[in-house]
C-alpha cells in the first residue's frame, strides 16, 4: 500500500506570513518520509468540514507549483480539481506546465464539482449536476487530446477549440495520469473505468460495492479492472506517543485486504504490523522513522491537526 498526505488546511498559528515555510517543511518531511503524493484540495474557499470559509485557503496550483520546486520524488496533485473552475485546455496547459517543472512528477485530480457556494462567490459558473457531469467529461477528453498532440479542433456540446496546441508536452508518458475523485456509481465510476488511472473514494461500509461497481463498468469498457489505482481518504492518527498506531495500522490493512480480494496480494502484505522497535521490515527497507514521529513533526510544522491523507489501494 502507498501512502500520500494531503493538505487541507492552511491556518497556522503564525498566520499567512510563516504559511510558505510551515507549508515547504511539511512537504520536505513527507517527501524525505517517502510519501508516494503530496497533495493539496482545489478551492478557493475553506470548506465547512475543516472550518468557515473565511480561514485561509490558497489557490491550488500556485500552491503545486511552490511545492514541486521543493520536493524531488513525491506525485503532485489536486484532490480534486472542479472541472468547473477552469477552461480545459488552460486545465491541460496548467497541469503540462506542473509535470515538466516537477520532471514528470503531475497528477491530475479532477471530479464534478460540488461546492455551490464559492463558485457563486467568485463568479464561476455552476451549472446543474447532470451538465457538470458533462462538461468533466469533456474536459478528461479535451485534456486527452491535448497530450497526444492531436491539434485538430475540438467541437464538444460545451467546449469549442480550434487548435488545442500544448508545447512543451508533459513529460510523463503517455500522459500525466488521471485521478477522478467521487464514488458515484452511474457517472463518476464510469468514467473512471473509461478514462482514468485512479480514483478516490472515502472508506465506509459502501467502499466494497463501490469497488464492485467499478469493477463491472470496467467490463462494460473493456478495460482491466486491476490496472486502475484505487485510493480513499484516510485519517492518519497515531496519537500523540504513537499509542494508536497499530490500530491504525489494522485499518490501513483492512483496507488492503479489499485490494488483496482483487488480486493485490503483494502489497497487501506489506502492511502486516512489524514486531516491536522493527521498523526495517517489508514496506520500509530503509528502516525510515515510524510514523508518529513523522506526523508529530508535520504538526509541529503547520500547527494544524491531523492530516487527511491519501492511502491507496494498490494496483
Known amino acids: 500500500m502507498q501512502i500520500g498526505v494531503q493538505i487541507p488546511d492552511f491556518t497556522t498559528p503564525g498566520g499567512p506570513a510563516r504559511l510558505g515555510a ?9 517527501d524525505d518520509a517517502g510519501f508516494g503524493f503530496v497533495a493539496v484540495m482545489d478551492h478557493f474557499f475553506q470548506i465547512r468540514s475543516i472550518g468557515p470559509p473565511e480561514r485561509e485557503m490558497l489557490e491550488a496550483y500556485t500552491t503545486l507549483g511552490y511545492l514541486a520546486g521543493l520536493t524531488s520524488r513525491a506525485k503532485l496533485l489536486t484532490l480534486v480539481t472542479g472541472a468547473v473552475y477552469r477552461p480545459p485546455g488552460i486545465l491541460a496547459k496548467i497541469v503540462t506546465t506542473l509535470d515538466v517543472l516537477s520532471g514528470g512528477r503531475a497528477w491530475l485530480g479532477i471530479g464534478a464539482a460540488w461546492n455551490e457556494e464559492e463558485s457563486r462567490g467568485l463568479g464561476i459558473p455552476f451549472p446543474p449536476v447532470a451538465e457538470r457531469f458533462e462538461r468533466l467529461e469533456e474536459t478528461l477528453q479535451i485534456c486527452l487530446q491535448m497530450w497526444r498532440g492531436d491539434e485538430t479542433p475540438y467541437h464538444g456540446k ?28 452511474r457517472k463518476t465510476l464510469r468514467l473512471v473505468a473509461r478514462y482514468a488511472q485512479a480514483c478516490n473514494m472515502f472508506p465506509g461500509p ?38 494508536k498506531a497499530a490500530e491504525m495500522v489494522d485499518q490501513l490493512g483492512r483496507l488492503a485486504e479489499m485490494g488483496l480480494r482483487r488480486g493485490h496480494r503483494r502489497r497487501g ?24 514521529g513523522r506526523r508529530h513533526r508535520t504538526r509541529r510544522h503547520m500547527g494544524a491537526g491531523v492530516p487527511c491523507a491519501l492511502a491507496g489501494l494498490a494496483r
Open 206 to 243: 459502501e467502499l466494497a460495492r463501490k469497488l464492485d461497481v467499478l469493477r463491472a463498468h470496467c467490463d462494460a469498457e473493456g478495460r482491466d479492472y486491476d490496472e486502475i489505482t484505487k485510493t480513499v481518504y484516510f485519517i492518519f492518527d497515531p496519537g500523540e506517543r504513537g499509542e
Open 269 to 292: 502484505e506489506r502492511m502486516g504490523r512489524p514486531a516491536p522497535g522493527d521498523h526495517r521490515q517489508r514496506g520500509n527497507p530503509a528502516g525510515r522513522r515510524p510514523l508518529a
Open 158 to 185: 460545451h467546449f469549442q477549440l480550434e487548435r488545442p496546441l500544448n508545447s512543451p508536452q508533459a513529460l510523463a508518458r503517455p500522459h500525466p495520469p488521471i485521478m477522478i475523485g467521487g464514488g458515484g456509481e
Open 22 to 30: 510551515g507549508l515547504a517543511a511539511v512537504a520536505r518531511t513527507a
